[in-house]
């Protein structure tokens, strides 16, 4: 991986270096955004269905309403934090793979407690529409 897949200006060194004032701002940084939780719960998906990866189309699919744009730009932070690794595969067509490294699938258990708590939060919202 080369500084230059990150941007002109990227330091690799620097961004290692960052401190947070609360872990909870690492977390934060690596695994939200509007679209990170979606491609990090599909490559895990597709981790533990068939120990594969995801092509770079195919997410596109799965994320019907994400830009090419977006997904790029998660893909890419993604990678930059060590949560999923890119493969370019060298055929005809050129593709390009996602897949959830070792440390990514550390945050499967923190998805799921969030997809919990989203639940249980959207029961508590329906239980209030419905005393109105």
Same mark, same amino acid.
């Given at each position: ?13 620097? /961004? ?14 690596? &695994?939200?955004?509007? #679209? ?12 533990? &269905? ?11 699919? @799965? ?8 997904? *790029?730009? =998660?893909?890419?932070? @993604? ?7 890119? &493969? ?7 593709? &390009?793979? /996602? ?13 799921? *407690?969030?997809?919990? #708590?989203?639940?249980? =939060?959207? *029961? ?9």
């Amino acid at each position: 991986m080369s500084i230059d897949h990150f941007g002109e200006g990227f330091c690799m060194e620097a /961004y290692r270096r960052a401190t947070y004032q609360m872990p909870f701002e690492a977390t934060i940084n690596c &695994v939200c955004g509007k #679209w990170k939780p979606y491609i990090l719960c599909h490559l895990l998906a597709e981790s533990i &269905v068939s120990g594969g990866s995801v092509r770079y189309g195919e997410l596109l699919r @799965l994320i019907p309403t994400v830009t090419k744009r977006m997904l *790029t730009l =998660h893909l890419r932070e @993604l990678e930059r934090d060590g949560l999923i690794k890119r &493969v370019i595969v060298d055929e005809l067509p050129l593709r &390009v793979d /996602y897949s959830i490294t070792e440390h990514g699938k550390s945050v499967y258990k923190l998805l799921m *407690t969030m997809i919990e #708590w989203g639940k249980t =939060h959207l *029961t508590m919202l329906e239980e209030q529409e419905l005393k109105r």
